[in-house]
């Protein structure tokens, strides 16, 4: 992971030692090499997805010019709001590294689980969800990612349940995931407070364009209100079907999307929201070369 980036791009190599010094681990080496089975606890996952992010921006930022809006995917909000100057990749890479650890926390306590659910309206998912709900257990829409996919998230019978209300509602599948944890939902909340003081003593700097917050599907112009937004997250769902067609209005006809970071998801989901959008993803070394080429 990462590894072709910090051998062909030195400001890549430096972004990844400068991340290993923040966090008094070789993460990078972890990344390079593995095992696997470490690189995915939500401890190391989320601080090395960041990393890479980080990584190619380094590379590709100046090129890219400066954007309308940013916008990242749970914990890939960090990295937009280090796209956009308000946290040094460092810094937000020590942010994500507790974010994981009071999460995997929280999951421990009160374990949860999470399911996909494609093919079906996310009002019809948020309504299984409400009937699935009750006599102390819980189960959200977690993460609205396209028109046709969203993510349930709560205690493990109530998601099992809400699974079985969306197949009754048409849902083509549901497909249980393996997660720590019953993220973006009330059972995030322990880890909630934990977050938001660690949130306030990080050196953040005011954002040169606006984020997108996953909790409002709205521009934040202020580190104030990001730090907020930030701690609500955990418990909040991520709306990225509004977030995206906000980044639409505010980038107005014609926008270039850049997908940075590990993986294509993103850009698929991109273009189930907003049909037609010119979207480049750019992850790999390749990617990298290609897009310095043309920009």
Same mark, same amino acid.
């Given at each position: ?34 095992? +696997? ?86 009002? +019809? ?171």
């Amino acid at each position: 992971m990462g590894k072709d980036l910090a051998e062909r791009f030195p400001a890549a190599r430096a972004t990844f030692d400068a991340i290993d010094q923040a966090l008094s681990t070789p993460l990078s080496k972890l990344m390079f090499e593995g095992p +696997e089975a470490d690189l995915t606890a939500t401890h190391n996952a989320q601080p090395a997805i960041l990393a890479h992010t980080a990584a190619v921006f380094a590379v590709v930022g100046e090129k890219a010019g400066r954007a309308e809006a940013a916008a990242g995917h749970s914990l890939g909000e960090y990295s937009a709001y280090v796209a956009a100057g308000a946290l040094d990749a460092p810094s937000a890479a020590t942010l994500v590294r507790r974010r994981g650890e009071l999460m995997h926390k929280a999951g421990e306590e009160r374990p949860g689980t999470m399911a996909a659910v494609l093919g079906l309206a996310s009002s +019809e998912v948020e309504a299984a969800c409400h009937e699935a709900s009750g006599r102390g257990m819980v189960v959200v829409a977690a993460n609205l990612n396209a028109p046709d996919q969203t993510v349930i998230s709560g205690d493990p019978d109530a998601v099992i349940r809400a699974g079985e209300g969306c197949k009754k509602r048409g849902a083509k599948r549901v497909i249980g995931l393996k997660v720590s944890g019953a993220f973006h939902s009330p059972l995030m909340g322990p880890a909630t407070t934990k977050l938001q003081i660690v949130l306030q003593q990080a050196p953040w700097r005011e954002p040169a364009f606006p984020v997108i917050a996953n909790a409002t599907a709205e521009p934040v112009s202020d580190s104030d209100r990001a730090r907020r937004l930030l701690g609500e997250q955990l418990t909040a769902p991520v709306r990225w079907v509004d977030s995206m067609k906000r980044a639409a209005e505010l980038a107005g006809e014609g926008a270039r999307f850049l997908e940075i970071g590990p993986g294509t998801v993103l850009a698929g989901l991109l273009k189930k929201t907003v049909p037609g959008a010119n979207v480049t993803s750019i992850g790999t070394a390749a990617d990298v070369a290609k897009f310095l080429e043309t920009a």
